[in-house]
């Protein structure tokens, strides 16, 4: 956990480190195989793959963090309020049971076609999609929480609810929170690149790690590597992140 | 998890294509051809698409034809034709003995049916309507001549009844289908006949065995029997399905793939020129910072054209110096060599214009107001690589660029028409330069630069009702020198359509028009000979 911490905070800091500007483009050095100037090759507009490479998983990283965060905090607050009443649990588990219907990404399209392309929207719509999931999941482990035989106890004990909920239930929440948390952080990682993949991201041409794929998709035969860097870097991520978050409570 | 495995998927997917395999035959006398867009319709009367008449123009005759060689007017299903003295009356003598796919025997009817159906405000044409002109109607004058009449003068009729999208349709099929059915349906009397047409995944045309009466350029060969044509809107996949054997023809091969593709004996390349306009972006002379001259040529002369060419399109173009081709009718050559890269140029008509950095943060401004233009920039043409490259040329001299990308053209016109642009990149394509009225006529379609000069105007509309190539060469030189000291566009290249066949594909040949393939005489040898 504190390794992959640390590995997030470093791809977010390396940014600064980035050799050269990532928008210079320099038409008469393009398509460059990986040397010493250029570790990572340049692309088709001769920019520096590495240096988009650092910049973008920057941008990547930040706004799958704030997706995540997004879709958790509304979430657990979600599934705390409903868990009080019955009635309106009955009300909520229908609304997203539909939700759930719907393939996130699609979810996530829809909401970007309603608020308008840019960067900040696929951020909120990616992390607007994982918010019917994350909070089900949250509500069935309240649920497991809640029939624990401590809590019926101070139940009849008269302890008030909001007492009940912050210092027992909460409290219990936390593994879930953080195991769960880190998945939904590898959802809004792949789909907030998938949406950078088809064009749905932030400005032209400003690096990110679904950009880049998709710039070199275009250029794959004749230099992978503009491809190869973002591509692994997803694939490790979210590999490490689903293994860790499997090994801590034989998740799934 | 789902969208993951397709994100990262073609990383193998392309990995395993890139292993190169030799071109294979088909052993029918069969051909795939690879088309690069999905139209939204294919009905050449209704459907404005260009890349419709590539499977069509195989599917209709046209009352007359451009030789591609001389590009001058050729007997089609019209022997002979004359023009009153008035340009206003047209008389054609058709030809005899021409048949209907469906057997209906061609006749002055069939052209008349045509042109009704064309002219029928119900049906709502995108193109062939306006190719008309100031049509007016026509007069049956027996089975085998018939006159079309125009209320004024317009020299361009001739070169409209050459396109596809006026190509004579059976006026059986017409009555026998709706105004929608009928492009499923399509029925002419060219050397192929229409299959079927599944939107999306193929249009499939078979050998018209009774064709005897094709133009004179069109030779007698009958190398192939059925074409099916399919669609590849994705252009990082177009070398590989034709390298693989999947195609064995392919439209629009991307530059850099056409480079790696030149070094592939199994495959040959087939560059073709396409009359119209360069690959431009049009400037909004309305919306500040480009409603002032001098801001347009200063973006015109920051621009680095050479570089663009070299790197995105690796050469295979050349610059383009104005608002027409360089192959066009009535080019102005005068206009090779304006407005060539020159920063200095560039920063002195920016100072005069009053813009200095007074704030230090690398952008000129004036009053306090950043120099900042927008461009709107649709997906295809490669225009999202040469707008990041302008981006990048344009910040050297102090201007910042914003990009508006829009996925459609739809979406594309919908943001022209909300005004907020400085430049969008569009184009069309044809041989004459009529094509130029609707960009820069006062209240023209798609005047997107927003400008109106009674001069142009005059011009413009002059150069329609001449039939002289001299004095339409003149009016349309003045034309293109006005249009560009306006600065109303930014020209960057010559359209040049980069074509694969495998190499034992013979006389692989386009029209006049550049972009419809003439597949006739094509047949397939063997590979590599």
Redesign the interface.
Known sequence: MWRLLLIGVLIICLAWAAPYDP???N??N??QAPSAAHPFGTD???RDVLSRFLHGGQQTLLSASAAALIAIIPSTGLAFVAAGDTRLQRIQLLILQALLAIPN?LLALVILTVLG?SEVSATVAVGLGQIPVFTLVIRAAILGVQSEGYIESARAAGANPLWLATRHVFPNLIPTLATYGAVTFS?CL??S??LN?L?MGG???KPEW?VM?AEG??????A?WV??PP?IA??AL?WSINRWAVAQRGFR | ?R??I???M??FI??CG?VEQTATEPPLRRIVYGLTLQPSGIDPHINASSELGIPLRQVYDTLIYRDPETREFTAGLASTWSIAEDQLTYTFTLRQGVVFHDGTPFTAQAVATTLDRITNPDNGSQRALFMLGPYEGYTVIDDFTIQIQLSEPYSPLLDSLSQVYLGIASPKALAEYSRDRYQFHQVGTGPFRFVEYIPGDRIVLRRNTDYRWGPVFYSDSDGIDEIEFRFYTD??TR??ALSNGEVQVMGEI?P??A??LTNNSAIQLKQTPIPGQPLQFLINTQRFPTDNLAIRQALLYATNRD??I???FQRFSSVAWGPLSANTLYFNRQLVGTYEQNSAQAQTLLASAGYTDSNNDGILDIGGLDLEVTII?P?WGSV??V???L???WRTIGVRV??D?V?TFNALRERVESGEYNLVAYYTFGLDPVLLNQFFLTGGITNWSRYSNSELDRLLTEATRQVEPAVRSSLYAQAQQIIMDAALLLPIRDYVNINGAISGLREFNFDAYGWFPILNGMSVGAAGT
């Open positions: 928008l210079k483009t038409t008469s393009q398509l088709i507009l001769g990404l392309r959802y792949m789909n690149a998938a993949f064009g400005e032209l041409g679904g794929l998709r275009a250029v794959f035969r004749a992978p491809a190869l591509g997803i694939t979210i | 998890m969208s993951a397709v994100l990262l073609f990383v392309a990995g890139a252009a990082a070398s590989l991307p850099l793939d480079r790696t570089a663009i070299d790197s995105i920039v997906p999202p690589e707008a990041q490259l981006q990048d040329q914003r990009l990308p996925p």
